[in-house]
Nanobody, 121 residues
């Protein structure tokens, strides 16, 4: 069974840094796009950053210049380095991956369980 396992959330003061990691476990054929999303209570999940299998990264305006996404294609892992954190970065961060389990299967969306990031002012 394919799962996304996240780690690295926590509590940090404004201006501090955190690094989130996400690993794909289980048997997969291909991992295409990987991304990080943030969700706060009562609001929809929003995209923070995404990275293609070729390493092309994109960021939400709020993350540009402060966050860096990276991936290890062979280890099927994606990280999000978050610097200069602000209270408005607080939320549950979810890892996302577009995965094909084998050559005969369709591409499917997979999500991690979420990790809490809290930035205090």
């Amino acid at each position: 069974q394919v799962q996304l396992v996240e780690s690295g959330g926590g509590l940090v003061q404004a201006g501090g840094s955190l690094r989130l990691s996400c690993a794909v476990s289980g048997s997969t054929s291909d991992v295409n796009e990987m991304a990080w999303y943030r969700q706060v209570p009562g609001k929809r999940r929003v995209l923070v950053s995404t990275i293609t299998d070729g390493g092309v990264a994109k960021y939400a305006d709020s993350a540009q210049g402060r966050f860096t996404i990276s991936r290890d294609k062979f280890k099927k892992m994606v990280d999000l380095q978050m610097n200069s954190l602000k209270p408005e970065d607080t939320g549950v961060y979810y890892c996302y991956a577009l995965i094909r389990r084998d050559w005969a299967s369709p591409w499917s969306d997979y999500w991690g369980q979420g990790t809490q990031v809290t930035v205090s002012s």
